[in-house]
């Protein structure tokens, strides 16, 4: 069956500007999670998403937000965009609450 | 919120050596912890986990253990070889909250 899929791979924004990016996970599984990859800080979680409602929150400012639509493909959006959120963007999914995570291959975000 | 820290940072040894990744946690309440290996532009894969009513677990050569009571866990590969080179994490939280916090990862590498 096919993975997690994210789009798109690749992503070169400038500060100020706004960005979308899209998860679609494994078929079936419901509960979508959302982490920032930096060299120095590792994996930060940002948020989790089951049955369309945001259910945990990382220590992320409001600019990061994010939505479960309900064939349970996510999105997140960062707005004013800073030169300190370029980043590889995880996204990972599950069958349920109960661990598992299946992650896909990132959105690699530069902002100049 | 749960707080994971991982050691070492980095880690090398010969091959057919074993290996010794260590984690602890903050959150008593956590129940779940899984192992990822994420290879050079590759996305993070599970390798191994493990839930709070078993102290061990093994598959081949990786083992990972539990010990609640210190709120500390641990990997274990044998027989290193060089495809085993990666950056590892630990990551850690509770069933029915898919808040999973990670370690900041190691750095392994195996020499030929």
Not at chain 1, 30 to 53: A, D, I, K, M
Not at chain 2, 68 to 79: D, G, N, P, R, V
């Amino acid at each position: 069956k096919a993975g997690v899929t994210q789009t798109p791979r690749y992503l070169i924004k400038t500060r100020g500007q706004q960005v979308t990016l899209s998860c679609s996970p494994i078929s079936g599984h419901r509960s979508v999670s959302w982490y920032q990859q930096t060299p120095g800080q590792g994996l930060q979680f940002l948020f989790e998403y089951f049955s369309e409602t945001q259910r945990n929150k990382g220590n992320f400012p409001g600019r990061f937000s994010g939505r479960q639509f309900s064939n349970s493909r996510s999105e997140m959006n960062v707005s004013t965009l800073e030169l300190g959120d370029s980043a590889l963007y995880l996204c990972a999914s599950s069958f349920s609450r109960e661990g598992g995570y299946t992650f896909g291959s990132g959105t690699r975000l530069t902002v100049v | 919120g749960e707080n994971v820290e991982q050691h070492p940072s980095t880690l090398s040894v010969q091959e057919g050596d074993s290996a010794v990744i260590k984690c602890t946690y903050s959150d008593s309440a956590s129940n779940y912890f899984p192992w990822y290996k994420q290879e050079l532009g590759k996305r993070p894969q599970l390798i191994i986990d493990i839930r709070s009513n078993v102290g061990e677990k093994k598959d081949q050569r990786i083992a990972v253990t539990l010990n609640k009571t210190a709120k500390h866990f641990s990997l274990h590969i044998t027989e290193t070889q060089p495809e085993d080179s990666a950056v590892y994490f630990c990551a850690a939280s509770r069933t029915g909250n898919n808040d999973m916090r990670f370690g900041a990862g190691t750095r392994l590498t195996v020499k030929p």
